[in-house]
């Protein structure tokens, strides 16, 4: 079989609809990913007012005499991460159980009602798409994990307030320190992003059309959360 027939079976393997749907989730995850990126340059977001926090929280830290304080809260902070990603494992085995026993799995899921009818291939080909999305989660989150590491070794590595002489020295450091703590909330945020949209890619065992309007649902939550909430509102007074 040459490559054009491989595409042409993988192509009919589902109807067009289910392709299209497909196609239109992941594109509306990457683009409200790289949505989010740009207008938070323009309309400050969630990730960016906390952000702010944390480099003012950093500026703090080069003033206290005792800086346990501040490692109390990284590791509280990387608690969250370290639980999702313990979490996400045991979703990611599950996963693979039900992949190893789909037979059993689709009819349950046929007990659902309005739940699609839908071959054991395109049955398996679902469980697969939740598979990826958690796979994708646990990275985030456990890369998540290992940035919080590198923000307390920085704390702790931090010189004391006395050799910090000039405003610029605790402006820069505060500035780097700050910035390793909000790449791991960055990495933290996208893995909660795949948890949302993990419930709109299980939309799809109910039909196509449902993955597509759980997925705009699902962005729109995102949106309203990240730019219009009302903690957004209170973290911009400041």
Known sequence: MNASDALTALWRVLPWIDWAALAFFFAAWVGYASFAHRRAAVRPSLLALTNRERQRWMLQTTVRENRVFDGVVVQNL??????????????????????????????????????????????????????????????????????????????????????????????????????????????????????????AAAAWFFSPWALIGATLGVVFVLYRREFHSDVLAVLNEA
């Open 78 to 199: 990387s608690a969250s991460p370290s639980f999702f990603a313990s979490t996400t494992i045991l979703i990611i085995g599950g996963l693979l159980a039900a992949l190893s026993s789909t037979e059993q799995v689709s009819e349950l899921v046929r007990e659902i009602p309005f739940a699609a009818r839908s071959s054991m291939l395109v049955f398996d080909l679902k469980l697969v798409l939740l598979l990826v999305i958690f796979i994708y989660a646990f990275f985030r989150f456990t890369w998540s994990l290992r940035q919080y590491t590198f923000g307390a070794l920085l704390v702790a590595a931090a010189p004391d307030r006395e050799h910090f002489t000039e405003a610029a020295q605790r402006e820069a450091f505060a500035s780097r320190a700050g910035r390793v703590m909000g790449l791991a909330a960055e990495s933290f945020n996208d893995g909660l992003r795949a948890y949302y949209l993990s419930f």
